[in-house]
C-alpha cells in the first residue's frame, strides 16, 4: 500500500500554474460578459493569483501572455509578483491576433510575415531574461482552410526554421514548449496538429525543447494518457495546458467533464516519476471562465489537478504490477478503480491543514472578502485577452 506520509508530501509539493488570462473577461466569439472587479492590467492579475496561491498553497507561478499582459517593466512585474509570493511562469506568444497573420506566422509564405513573428517570439525571450520565466509556450495558429492553399512540407520546413531560430536564442535554464493542436482556426490543415508533429520538431531541436499536451486539443476519445506516457518516457514531456472539453476547444475547467480522464492521465505522471522534481513537467492550466466568477473557479480548478493526483497516487503499484505480471486483468484494472473510487477530499483537507491553510479554499476565499473589495475598487478599463 501507499506510504500515507509520501502521498501527503507529494501533495504538499505539487506546484499548479495559473494563467494570467483566466482571471480577465474572456468569451466566446459571440458574446464576451464582463463581471464586477476583474483586473484592469498584468498587475491586478497577479493580485488576483495571489489570492489562490493564498487559500489553496499549491499555485505559486502564474503564465503570462505577451502582449495581454504588455508592461514597460518586467522586471518591476516580477518583483510585483515576488513580493506577494509568486513567481512568473511560462511565457505564451501571440502570433494569431495581428492582421499580417492571416495566412499564418512563422509558417507564411512571405519571408516579411515570418520575420516579424519570429522577432516577436525573440521578444518573448527577452522578456523571460527579465521576469525570470523559465519556459517559453507556443501554441501556433498556423494552418490552412483548402486544399491547394499551401505547400504542406514548404510550411513544415518555414516552422522548423523558425523554431531553430528561436531555440538558439535560449538561456541554459531556459526551454521551448510546443504545443499541439487539432484544428482551430485552420479547418483544413494545421500545422502543428498533434503531439507527433510536436515530438519531432522538438527532437531535432535538442533538449531544450519538449512537447506540451493541452488536453483540450485532441479528437474525441484520443487515449491522452498514453500521449502522456509516452512522451515521460521519452524525457519529452514539458508540461500541461489543463482544461475541460466536451466538444472541441472549450477551456472549460479542469476535471470538470472526465474527472476520470485526468486521474488516468495522472496516474501515467505519478507511476512514471512526471511529479519528481527533477522530470520538470509544469502543471499549467489553460483556461477561460466566460459564465463562472473567476477566482473561485481556479482555486476550483487547483483542487481538481490536487484529487486527480492524489487518487494517482493512492495507486498500489506493487499489486498493479503483480496482478499484471500474473495476466490479471480483473484485479490489475481493480486496483486503479479502488484508487480511483477512493473519497480524497479528506486526506487533502489534512494536508492542508498541517501547512496551516484553511481545509476548504473555496470557502475561505468567499469569506475574504476579497471579492467585494475588487468589485468595488476595479472600476472601468478592462484588460484585453480571448474574445476581447
Ligand atoms: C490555444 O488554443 C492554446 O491552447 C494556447 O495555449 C493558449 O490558449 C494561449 O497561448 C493563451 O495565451
Ligand atoms: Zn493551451
Ligand atoms: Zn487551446
Redesign the pocket.
Same mark, same amino acid.
Given at each position: 500500500m501507499p506510504d500515507i506520509a509520501a502521498v501527503k508530501a507529494a501533495l504538499a509539493g505539487q506546484r499548479i500554474e495559473t494563467?494570467s488570462?483566466g482571471y480577465g473577461n474572456s468569451g466566446t466569439r459571440f458574446k464576451v460578459f464582463t463581471r464586477a472587479g476583474v483586473p484592469r492590467d498584468p498587475y491586478e492579475k497577479l493580485d488576483d493569483a495571489a489570492r489562490v496561491h493564498e487559500f489553496t498553497g499549491v499555485a505559486p507561478k502564474v503564465?503570462l501572455?505577451i502582449p495581454?499582459d504588455k508592461v514597460d517593466d518586467y522586471a518591476v512585474l516580477s518583483t510585483y509578483a515576488k513580493d506577494r509570493g509568486l513567481e512568473l511562469g511560462a511565457i505564451?506568444?501571440?502570433t494569431f491576433q495581428d492582421d499580417a497573420y492571416r495566412l499564418g506566422s512563422v509558417c507564411h509564405p512571405d519571408p516579411k510575415v515570418r520575420r516579424k513573428a519570429v522577432d516577436h517570439l525573440l521578444e518573448c525571450v527577452d522578456i523571460m531574461d527579465a521576469t525570470g520565466s523559465a519556459d517559453l509556450?507556443l501554441?501556433f495558429?498556423d494552418g490552412t482552410n483548402y486544399p491547394g492553399q499551401d505547400d504542406v512540407v514548404a510550411r513544415q520546413d518555414r516552422l522548423g526554421e523558425a523554431l531553430a531560430e528561436v531555440y538558439g536564442r535560449l538561456g541554459d535554464d531556459q526551454r521551448l514548449l510546443l504545443?499541439y493542436?487539432l484544428f482551430?482556426p485552420s479547418f483544413y490543415t494545421t500545422d502543428v496538429p498533434d503531439w507527433g508533429t510536436s515530438y519531432a520538431h522538438c527532437l531535432k531541436l535538442g533538449p531544450k525543447a519538449q512537447v506540451?499536451v *493541452?488536453t483540450?486539443?485532441h479528437a474525441p476519445g484520443t487515449n491522452i494518457e498514453f500521449i502522456v506516457a509516452f512522451l515521460l518516457r521519452e524525457g519529452k514531456l514539458g508540461g500541461f *495546458?489543463f482544461n475541460s472539453r466536451f466538444y472541441a476547444?472549450d477551456?472549460l475547467m479542469v476535471g470538470a467533464a472526465d474527472p476520470f480522464q485526468l486521474f488516468r492521465i495522472m496516474h501515467e505522471v505519478a507511476k512514471n516519476g512526471g511529479l519528481d522534481r527533477a522530470a520538470n513537467v509544469a502543471f499549467m492550466l489553460?483556461q477561460c471562465h466566460n459564465v463562472e466568477a473567476k477566482i473561485p473557479a481556479v482555486i476550483r480548478s487547483v483542487m481538481n489537478v490536487q484529487e486527480a493526483t492524489a487518487k494517482a497516487l493512492l495507486v498500489d503499484l506493487d499489486a498493479l504490477a503483480a496482478a499484471q505480471a500474473a495476466g490479471d486483468v480483473l484485479a490489475a484494472h481493480a486496483v486503479l478503480m479502488d484508487a480511483y473510487d477512493t473519497d480524497v477530499r479528506p486526506l487533502l483537507r489534512e494536508v492542508r491543514e498541517e501547512r496551516g491553510l484553511h481545509p476548504d479554499p473555496v470557502a475561505a476565499y468567499a469569506a475574504s472578502g476579497w471579492q467585494e473589495r475588487i468589485a468595488a475598487e476595479r472600476v472601468g478599463g478592462e484588460q484585453a485577452g480571448?474574445g476581447a
Open positions: 494563467p488570462w503564465s501572455h495581454w505564451n506568444s501571440n509556450k501554441w495558429a504545443e493542436k482551430e506540451v *493541452d483540450g486539443h *495546458d476547444d477551456d489553460d480571448w
